[in-house]
């Protein structure tokens, strides 16, 4: 059995909801519309597992790093301390995408970033940001190949993805190498927009988890997840 990456933190159930923690080894996928709170969500698992000394990178398509540690801090997650000791290494795909003259020569270049891949957790938000316009086999096959790696060396990696911007042969490709599947969705209940996660699979989970996790986000108070379950 391998090792159990716990993610409490204080005043948070969310590390109970996922059976106590992230089995090491874990490919996860997290899908969803824009809007449902991916980033959100792999926000709440970073500040986890940097609170209980893990060691990870994030790779945003969506921010700067002055941009990230203000969307941090405005959960209440201050993560400048774990950026200074480099236990948190924060990449932007905007330098690197605008250095590469074709999309499908990053997804190699990507792959062969040293740096990010020696952290414990790999965040990558979002997958198909990174992926060439039209997938090919090669590329697809390249992709599952260094992950299912990662995952035999105990690495755990997050991906965002919202199912639109991949096509369906990739978007399947990537749920079935993944030992975990989470769907966010935002419903109506009772009379408010609610966020839910949905675990759709959960292979080696090390304890009970509840199989649909609403939550809402407050400012300088962040993640919290719902007592009421959404349905």
Request: glycine share 8%; charged share 25%.
């Amino acid at each position: 059995m391998g090792e159990l990456l716990r993610i409490q933190i204080p005043n948070d159930e969310l590390h109970r909801r996922l059976g106590g923690g992230i089995p090491s080894g874990s490919i996860i996928l997290i899908e969803g519309d824009r809007g449902t709170g991916k980033s959100i969500f792999c926000q709440r698992l970073l500040y986890g597992l940097l609170k209980n000394d893990h060691t990870a990178a994030y790779i945003s398509s969506q921010y700067t790093t002055p941009e990230f540690i203000n969307q941090m801090e405005s959960l209440g997650y201050d993560i400048i301390g774990d950026l200074i000791r480099h236990r948190l290494l924060f990449v932007s795909l905007y330098p690197l995408l605008v250095g590469v003259s074709r999309r499908e020569k990053f997804l190699l270049r990507f792959l062969g970033e040293s740096r990010i891949w020696e952290k414990e957790v790999i965040i990558i938000d979002s997958i198909s940001s990174i992926l060439p316009e039209d997938m090919g086999e090669t590329e697809l096959r390249l992709l599952t190949i260094h992950l299912k790696k990662l995952s035999s060396l105990g690495k755990v990696v997050m991906m965002t993805i919202n199912p639109e911007d991949v096509d369906k042969r990739t978007l399947r490709v990537l749920e079935e190498i993944s030992s975990m599947l989470i769907r966010l969705s935002v419903k109506v209940f009772g009379g408010d927009l609610k966020n839910s996660a949905t675990i759709v699979k959960y292979n080696n989970a090390r304890g009970i988890f509840q199989k649909i996790i609403p939550f809402r986000v407050e400012p300088k108070v962040g993640f919290i997840v719902e007592i009421a379950a959404v349905v």
